[in-house]
């Protein structure tokens, strides 16, 4: 079982040195940070998503009232424990409205604060499953979204993009978030999310051998946003043992048992290309502002059309600048069909996150990257930004660009 991770917020250091004391004795909670103010609190949390935050109530600066409001909107599976040295029903009453789950007064027991970790926990997991049981029958299951990440041309941005998509929907939503690495031969989604995978589709396709419905959780390697990785096998010879079938069983299985299922195509069209796309829900085609990748694109979109696959498909846009010779409303018109998103081209931010392995939603959330991506996680949410009438949405793209203006 993995360990529950607990971030601590208080700025007294000899406090901080008593909890990682008790923490340490423990086998089943990890320490992962620690914060002296409220706004680091927040932007800790927002970074680590830990399981449990145990937060002193006077924090400098933000609060820790203030700061647990915002992280309960930000990180909506983080469980806060409150400290203070005294309780009064005020402060208990004002912790409550907080979303505190629990309240310990200082100085408190290592026994105390371990039962309360664990306690306040397991009700948050409980709590969760129970609110995807009420909600996964009916309106749950209108939202399952199962979304393919595509392009023919390679290294347009597909994984960068794929990875944190499904970051963004596990954080905005706090639902079951699966991202499934289908680029057997090369594919790289683990090593963006600095993730050493259990098993991988290599496994799970010796499985599917003997099994027809395995136990398909055992093959999903967590990351610590809530985003559960199928993973592509570890070398590339390993991809010849997963056939079109086993993939298609194991996409039309996640379709039905988890939320969103994210999916990370290779370049190519290929039968398994194909399943992933047919059995999609939605299509995001990645593209970038230069010829080749353009004309890439055209000829992706016609091969779309023919599949009947275009209607379900948004185009969006990766390393966009307004620098380039290439306008969007060119590369719009040359392929008669709009870009649903733009994602702008922030160089140095982006390899830097792939080269530390934490997602840039998570490390830089001001960005203009993250920006774009949460602009993609609500049009991938509500599914919406599908091309309709090319001169109705310009009309209205026009209005839009319009209304920033003023
Ligand atoms: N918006 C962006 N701004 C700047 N650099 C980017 C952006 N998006 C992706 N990159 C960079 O482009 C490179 C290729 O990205 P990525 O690996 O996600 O593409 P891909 O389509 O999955 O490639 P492949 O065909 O190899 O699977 C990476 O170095 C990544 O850091
Ligand atoms: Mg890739």
Not at 101 to 111: A, C, I, Q, T
Not at 312 to 327: L, P, Q, Y
Request: with cysteine; hydrophobic share 45%.
């Amino acid at each position: 079982m993995a360990a529950i991770r607990v971030l601590v917020a208080d700025d007294v250091w000899e406090t901080y040195q008593v909890i990682q004391k008790i923490l340490s004795l423990e086998d089943d909670i990890k320490l992962v940070g620690r914060a002296s103010a409220g706004d680091e609190a927040v932007s800790l949390a927002e970074r680590l998503l830990p399981d449990v935050v145990i937060m002193d109530v006077n924090l400098p600066g933000l609060g820790g009232f203030q700061a647990a409001v915002l992280i309960a909107q930000r990180c909506p599976r983080t469980a806060i424990i409150f400290t203070a040295l005294q309780a009064d029903q005020q402060l208990l009453r004002e912790a409550l409205r907080a979303g505190g789950r629990d309240f310990l007064v200082k100085p408190f027991s290592g026994e105390a604060l371990v039962e309360s970790i664990r306690r306040v926990y397991e009700a948050e997991q409980s709590r969760f499953s129970s609110r995807l049981l009420t909600e996964g029958t009916l309106e749950g299951l209108a939202r399952r979204e199962m979304v393919a990440v595509f392009s023919v041309k390679g290294g347009v941005g597909r994984t960068t993009l794929a990875v944190n998509l499904a970051v963004m929907l596990a954080r905005r939503t706090g639902r079951q978030v699966v991202l499934v690495d289908l680029d057997l031969q090369r594919g790289d989604a683990s090593v963006f999310l600095n993730l050493i995978p259990r098993k991988t589709w290599y496994e799970l396709a010796q499985e599917l051998e003997q099994n027809y419905s395995p136990v398909w959780e055992h093959y999903l390697t967590p990351h610590p946003s809530g985003v559960r990785v199928l993973a592509a096998p570890v070398r590339p010879e390993l991809a010849e043992v997963v056939k079109g079938p086993q993939v298609e069983r194991t996409l039309q299985a996640f379709k039905e048992q988890y939320e969103y299922v994210i999916i990370d195509l290779p370049a190519i069209f290929s039968d398994i290309t194909l399943s992933a796309l047919d059995l999609s829900t939605q299509i995001l085609l990645v593209t970038s502002p230069e010829l080749p990748t353009i004309k890439n694109t055209k000829i992706c979109l016609d091969i779309l059309d023919s599949l009947h696959n275009k209607g379900k498909t948004k185009m969006v846009v990766n390393r966009f600048s307004h620098d380039f010779s290439i306008k969007i409303e060119d590369l719009e018109t040359n392929l008669s069909f709009l870009a649903a998103c733009r994602v702008p081209a922030e160089g140095r931010l982006v390899v830097s996150s792939v080269n530390e392995g934490i997602p840039f939603v998570l490390s830089s959330p001001g960005s203009r990257v993250t920006a774009a991506v949460a602009e993609l996680a609500e049009m991938v949410i509500g599914d919406t930004g599908r091309q309709t009438d090319l001169e109705e949405q310009r009309k209205k793209n026009l209005f839009k660009f319009w209304a920033r203006g003023r």
